[in-house]
């Protein structure tokens, strides 16, 4: 099998040759594709693994170990390629010895030498060092016996360092075998060693005759002087000579050193200015020192060096250090007013806070620097939110601006220019749509890259001003909080007191910081009451935090979103131990935007129960229902489902339905939901198709079904419809609205009892009402039919035939109370009995009308009029009522 790669090649190594440890280059071919494919290197057969270090597929560079060979091959050995070649060699050369006497650029160790008697290392003292081979050729130990050397040598010895030195008993114990010419070069040796050292001696001595001319030119010059001097001849006394010498050497010494000794004075002057700005060149230095440090930020070390020169020069009398300590006090105020700028300059980091106060409070300026910073920064956030306002309603005015023009191109000019196209962007479809968009229909739960686009300006403003509080306010709430304790300021402040000072500032000025803690609150809590609630607001606060154009409300699902935001933020700040009767604010906004939530919903769940009539397809299944009870259901669950995570409470947080408005408001909503479907059945039953109202429907006609649903079964007749609304009003009332009201129940709605009773009893007076509908359409034909029916062929009761059978009239009355029958069982079984029995009940009473109407009856005529009613009576026997009977 072939490998991927080709096998090592080094082609070089640089240097090719050195001692142990040598640091090497190895070039070649194929050496690895990396650190990690590097599995093997030897030099001359020693592995070199440890200190490679893998450069390219072309260079290797390590250090040569103890090599077991003097010369040798570089093996590379990779995981891709395999063992590797080699067409160069490594030399190993050994290293060379330095003796302990000998000249050496490196410290030779003089506790370790080597002692050739006993071959092995040994410590002795410097006293004793001397060189291991002094004849320079290879020892070659012999066999004699110490003892014997010992007795044929007595009182000698072979260490040539001692007073007793032999040299036939070092000959006969290290070179017993050496060769005579071996010997001829050892003295050859010797004789090199010594011109050596005697050469090492004459250089000290050339490179020192200078000194020892110039030494010798001086003590000739004094030896002449003084001859010169000893003959003078001079007449008087020796006191007298003695005076003479003295003034004219006085004189003299004058003239010829009077300028030299001027210049002394002078440099003596110019050396003791030169030795007080030495000693006190840290003064002299310090303000050009102050100014570099300040360019370069180093605050710390002008502090330090101010701190000093305060402490030498603070108050000194010294002009000239008076000036110098002026300068510096000029420069350190034009620093505290730097750092001051820098302190109040926004925006800025807790860290950046901190370290301008520290500076500041070291270089004790005026006033109060931590409680400015905390002025600004207050101000500073306020700032932020109100600005953050500002853009995003200009923002939304821009986009409405563009939108109008947008509209007006595309549904006034551009049909003008394209009357002739047939494919046309339809308005209707663009305004349900962007209707559907306002209602929050295309809300998702996942923020896709296009949620910003989607979402309303107000919850983009929403969700970024919480952010910008929750990302601001714990720097400003630490900042207070190190203020409170003193952790703002150094130990040098503390030194001085002025920590002491400041904690007792920070205690005066706590309602001062909780003024502006809760304005921060207030700022907040009103933002998003001008964005959201703004009727909450009076009308000085809404001109303040309005300016919102409020088209239309936002849906349940963006309120639910926001709702969940604020709570973010409510829980991020009472992590920061904010005391809770600051938050306590937030807590309402949250109240009121989930009761505002809640409301919202249901309005919006009622709008979609209206429209549930464009959705009925008279479609039944078994039990003669349609699918609108299950649409009805399932879009209430569904509402109360997306109101869960609203209803339910965090903690801190009151019940939405705490307030007895609130429960009212709730209550008359839950009541008009179930109100609207009754109406909509009522609808759906009573009207024709072209009556049905369809003005609620302008946001949703971009539904493709819309129409084509209602007309879709158009065979059904205006009875089969009263019978499928009457089917699905008997299991509302049996199932669904039950169903409801324990979901209702389940969300903590209150005065779920008064809205089951209000809805059962609307739902049973539409069941009544379209009942008695259904019964007059079919029970008042067969009813009218009787009397025309009884006296057809001008039959009298006084004067009639015997009777034969049933007459046709009443066979055509049970035909059509049949038909009945079969109509209803059709629709649902368990209307039948229902029906029946009031379609009986009518015939029957018509009937008994028509018979008692008789004046008197023949023989004949009383047999025919039994017959035809037990005919009756026994048909529907089943269907019979006390009434009837």
């Not at 070069?185 to 020892?212: D, I, P, R």
């Not at 007080?276 to 440090?293: D, G, M, Y």
């Not at 001051?340 to 950046?352: A, C, F, G, M, V």
Request: hydrophobic share 35%; net charge negative.
């Amino acid at each position: 099998m072939s490998r991927a790669r080709q096998p090592p090649l080094v082609t070089g190594i640089s240097p090719n040759e050195g001692i142990s440890w040598t640091k090497v280059t190895i070039r070649g071919e194929n050496l690895g594709t990396g650190p990690t494919d590097l599995i093997g290197l030897t030099i001359c057969g020693h592995n070199c693994l440890l200190t490679a270090e893998w450069m390219s597929a072309s260079k290797i560079v390590c250090r040569v170990g103890q090599a077991k060979n003097d010369k040798g091959d570089i093996i590379v050995t990779t995981k891709s390629g395999g063992k590797g070649t080699s067409t160069v060699s490594f030399k190993l050369l050994k290293p060379e010895k330095i003796g302990i006497l000998d000249q050496s650029a490196v410290w030779v160790d003089e506790m370790n030498y080597y002692d050739m008697r006993t071959d092995r290392n040994k410590g002795i003292p410097p006293l004793s060092l001397r060189p291991a081979n002094p004849l320079g050729i290879e020892i070659d130990k012999g066999r004699f016996p110490q003892k014997d050397l010992e007795s044929l040598f007595p009182g000698m010895s072979a260490d040539f360092t001692s007073e007793n030195f032999s040299a036939a008993w070092y000959l006969i114990e290290n070179h017993s075998t050496t060769s005579f010419d071996q010997l001829k070069m050892a003295v050859v040796n010797l004789k090199k060693q010594a011109n050596k050292k005697n050469e090492g001696s004459l250089a000290y001595v050339k490179g020192g005759l200078s000194t020892f001319f110039e030494a010798q030119d001086a003590l000739s010059a004094i030896h002449q002087k003084l001859e010169a001097d000893g003959t003078e001849k001079v007449e008087g006394s020796m006191t007298q000579k003695l005076e003479n010498v003295l003034n004219r050497a006085s004189n003299t010494a004058d003239t010829l050193f009077q300028e030299v000794l001027g210049r002394k004075d002078k440099a003596d002057s110019t050396r003791n200015a030169l030795n007080v700005l030495q000693r006190f060149k840290f003064l002299f230095n310090l303000p050009l020192n102050i100014e570099r440090n300040i360019q370069k930020g180093d605050y710390d070390v002008v502090i330090n060096d101010y701190e000093k020169a305060k402490s030498l020069f603070g108050k000194t009398e010294v002009q000239v250090f008076k000036k110098y300590y002026a300068e510096v006090e000029t420069r350190i105020e034009a620093l505290r007013e730097l750092l001051l700028d820098k302190l109040l300059e926004t925006p800025s980091t807790l860290h950046d806070q901190k370290r301008y106060i520290r500076y500041l409070s070291d270089l004790h300026a005026p006033g109060d620097p931590a409680w400015q910073c905390i002025g600004a920064q207050h101000q500073w956030i306020l700032q932020l939110m109100h600005n953050c306002k500002e853009s995003y309603v200009k923002e939304q005015k821009g986009k409405d601006t563009f939108l109008f023009y947008l509209f007006i191109y595309i549904y006034i000019y551009i049909p003008m220019l394209d009357l002739d196209s047939d494919v046309r962007p339809s308005p209707i479809g663009h305004l349900s749509q962007t209707a559907s968009l306002k209602r929050g229909s295309s809300f998702q739960s996942g923020r896709d890259d296009a949620w910003r686009y989607k979402a309303p300006q107000q919850v983009v403003f929403v969700e970024k001003l919480t952010k910008l509080v929750v990302s601001q306010l714990p720097n400003f709430w630490k900042l207070w909080v190190s203020y409170v304790n003193g952790s703002l300021f150094s130990e040098t402040a503390e030194k001085s007191g002025q920590m002491e000072r400041s904690k007792k500032n920070a205690r005066q000025r706590q309602n001062d910081f909780k003024k502006m803690i809760q304005e921060v609150m207030h700022s907040l809590v009103k933002l998003i009451r001008g964005a959201l609630l703004p009727f909450s607001l009076r009308e000085g606060e809404l001109r303040q935090y309005g300016g919102w154009e409020m088209k239309s409300e936002l849906s349940g699902q963006w309120l639910t979103h926001v709702i969940q935001t604020v709570r973010l933020s409510s829980e991020s700040l009472t992590a920061l131990e904010i005391p809770n009767d600051m938050l306590q604010i937030i807590q309402d906004l949250i109240l009121d935007l989930r009761v505002r939530c809640t409301i919202v919903t249901l309005q919006h769940t009622s709008e979609d129960i209206k429209r549930l009539a464009e959705k009925e397809d008279w479609v039944v299944d078994n039990e003669g229902l349609t699918s609108l009870p299950s649409q009805f259901e399932q879009c209430i669950i569904h509402s109360l489902q997306s109101l869960k995570t609203v209803l339910d409470c965090r903690p801190g947080e009151a019940s939405v339905f705490q307030q007895q408005k609130t429960q009212e408001d709730v209550c008359q909503l839950s009541i008009g939901i179930m109100q609207g479907f009754i109406d909509c059945l009522e609808q759906l039953s009573t009207k024709p198709d072209g009556d049905i109202d369809t003005s609620h429907l302008s946001v949703d006609v971009s539904s493709p079904d819309l129409f084509g649903s209602i007309h879709e079964e158009s065979s059904l007749s205006s009875e089969q419809r009263l019978l499928i609304a009457l089917s699905n009003c008997r299991y509302l009332e049996r199932h669904t609205f039950l169903n409801i009201a324990e979901h209702f129940e389940k969300h903590g709605f209150q005065g779920v009892d008064k809205i089951t009773q209000v809805s059962m009893e609307s739902l049973k007076e539409l069941d009544q009402r379209l009942f008695e509908m259904y019964i007059e359409f079919k029970a008042d034909p067969i009813v009218g039919s009787l009397e025309p029916g009884i006296y057809a062929g001008y039959f009298d009761w006084k004067d009639c035939l015997v009777p034969t059978g049933v007459r046709n009239y009443l066979k055509e009355a049970l035909v059509n109370i049949i038909a009945v029958h079969a109509e209803v069982f059709t629709i649902s079984k368990d209307l039948v009995p229902r029906v029946m029995s009031r379609v009986v009940e009518a015939v029957s009473e018509e009937l008994s009308r028509l018979m008692q109407c008789v004046s008197s009856f023949s023989k004949n005529g009383a047999l025919q009029a039994k017959l035809e009613i037990c005919a009756l009576r026994d048909t529907v026997a089943i269907y019979l009522t006390p009434e009837s009977k």
